[in-house]
């Protein structure tokens, strides 16, 4: 059974687009993120999402917005795709106090042509 | 969170051990080392945490001197499977809102 479960896997989609990127865990987490990892390899947190309390990396375009139907499920909405939103999101949960760690999914590699 | 400064590459043979050293001069007091793994194509995979001394699971260990400016993770007799990027990150990350930062790893290579 797989725990953090992303879809698409892989999603190419023109420039002015929106998109949406679902995920799921099955681990009963209390806690949500969103992470992009450049062409550079460089992982950077989106967002944090824990009992309806969203942290926003400052640096995040607002055209990124996640969205929670429940405590399994952390969506990421993408309005107005750019060329530089390409690249791999992955999403990953965590329980209580144990932010330090993380269960990470296979990742949706992005692709704004 | 504390910057964290660690080798870009290395590059080992199976069944080695392999010490990945990472330097955090600016560790704060409640501040955690924590490991995480990346396989090429899929997402990183916490490894081990710990805050002082020398702590090991079933993956690895990890020593923390007494002045925890520096922690080495080490893998014991890797193998081919192990080729990897290893992320140091230094924090209180006991709480989500201290979110993970990742720096540029450790890019591992094992070799037959």
């Known amino acids: 059974d797989t725990a953090v479960s992303q879809t698409p896997k892989y999603l190419v989609t023109q420039m002015g687009n929106d998109k949406s990127i679902k995920c799921e865990q099955n681990?009963?987490?209390?806690?949500m993120y969103w992470y992009k990892q450049d062409s550079k390899k460089f992982l950077k947190i989106m967002f944090s999402y824990n009992n309806k309390e969203l942290i926003i990396n400052e640096t995040v375009p607002n055209r990124f917005s996640p969205k929670s139907p429940d405590k399994a499920h952390l969506n990421l909405h993408i309005n107005s795709l750019e060329l530089g939103d390409s690249a791999v999101y992955f999403c990953?949960?965590?329980?209580?106090?144990?932010?330090?760690?993380?269960?990470f999914g296979p990742g949706t590699r992005l692709t704004v042509t | 969170l504390a910057k964290t400064t660690q080798p870009i590459s290395m590059d080992s043979y199976e069944g080695q051990e392999v010490n990945i050293t990472c330097s955090h001069n600016n560790i704060a007091t409640n501040d955690y080392i924590t490991w995480y793994q990346q396989f090429p194509s899929q997402g990183p995979r916490f490894i081990i945490q710990g805050y002082k001394t020398k702590v090991t699971n079933e993956v690895a260990s990890l020593f923390i001197p007494a002045d925890r400016k520096s922690s080495t993770l080490s893998l014991p007799r890797v193998s081919l499977s192990d080729t990897a990027v290893y992320y140091c990150l230094v924090g209180d990350m006991r709480n989500a809102g201290n979110m993970l930062t990742f720096g540029g790893g450790t890019r591992l290579m094992v070799k037959p």
């Open positions: 990953a949960s965590s329980q209580g106090d144990r932010a330090y760690e993380q269960y």
């Open positions: 681990l009963g987490h209390d806690t």
